[in-house]
Every structure is written in structure tokens, then in C-alpha cells.
């Protein structure tokens, strides 16, 4: 098993919606996430969630990624986005005929090939 410590974490604070506290997330691993009420509870909670998913992992024959390698993309996200900006893409994309996640992925898709194009 890897050294849990080396693996990078993220740690940002939940609002009173979500439940308060703290969520501490590993780059390196897609689906592990843990909170707490104070960030030193997240963070031991999170240690606690790091070594269950390795070992997770490791029981199903999957080799646990490298820390710093920032995981194998699942192609899934989860994005909040103000209710007025959700309502506006939501009505193009009911105008356009097309599902929310469609009219999304092809702004998104846009937006990338713009960037990468050489000025």
C-alpha cells in the first residue's frame, strides 16, 4: 500500500446547505471525499477514507494511482453554478432541442478548441 501521506489533498469549507464543516478531496482519486466538523477532523476523516479506497482498490486487483498522478478522469463531474445561469442554460437548451448536459459538453468542447487554437 502507498504511503497516505504523499497522496495531495484538497480541503475547502461547506456551506450551511451542505451541512457545515469541512470537505477534504483527493485529486488522485475521483470518488474519495470525507468531511468534518473542524479541518483536523476532515483531515483524519479523509486519511481514513484514502485507506479504505486503496485497499478497496487493491482487493479488486486495481492498482492504486500514483500520488501527484491526478487519478484516471471518470468523465463525470458535478459543477454549481448560480440558479439564474442554470435557468439560462436550461432554456437554450430546450429551445435548441437538445438535453442540459448536451448544450453544456458542446460550450465546453468549444471553449477548450478556442484555447488550444494558436493566435
Known amino acids: 500500500m502507498q504511503n497516505i501521506g504523499t497522496y495531495p489533498f484538497e480541503i475547502r469549507p461547506l456551506s450551511k446547505a451542505e451541512g457545515g464543516g469541512f470537505l477534504v478531496s483527493y485529486p488522485d482519486f475521483s470518488e474519495c471525499i470525507s468531511d468534518g466538523e473542524t479541518i483536523d477532523e476532515a483531515i483524519a476523516n479523509g486519511k481514513d477514507a484514502l485507506i479504505v479506497t486503496i485497499a478497496a482498490l487493491e482487493a479488486k486487483g486495481f492498482p492504486a494511482p500514483k500520488p501527484n498522478s491526478g487519478g484516471v478522469?471518470?468523465?463525470?463531474?458535478?459543477?454549481?453554478?448560480?440558479?439564474?445561469?442554470?435557468?439560462?442554460?436550461?432554456?437554450?437548451?430546450?429551445?435548441?432541442?437538445?438535453s442540459l448536459n448536451s448544450l453544456v459538453l458542446t460550450f465546453l468542447a468549444e471553449g477548450l478548441g478556442r484555447r488550444k487554437s494558436p493566435i
Open 73 to 98: 478522469a471518470s468523465g463525470k463531474f458535478v459543477a454549481r453554478v448560480p440558479k439564474s445561469v442554470h435557468a439560462e442554460l436550461s432554456a437554450r437548451a430546450k429551445s435548441e432541442g437538445v
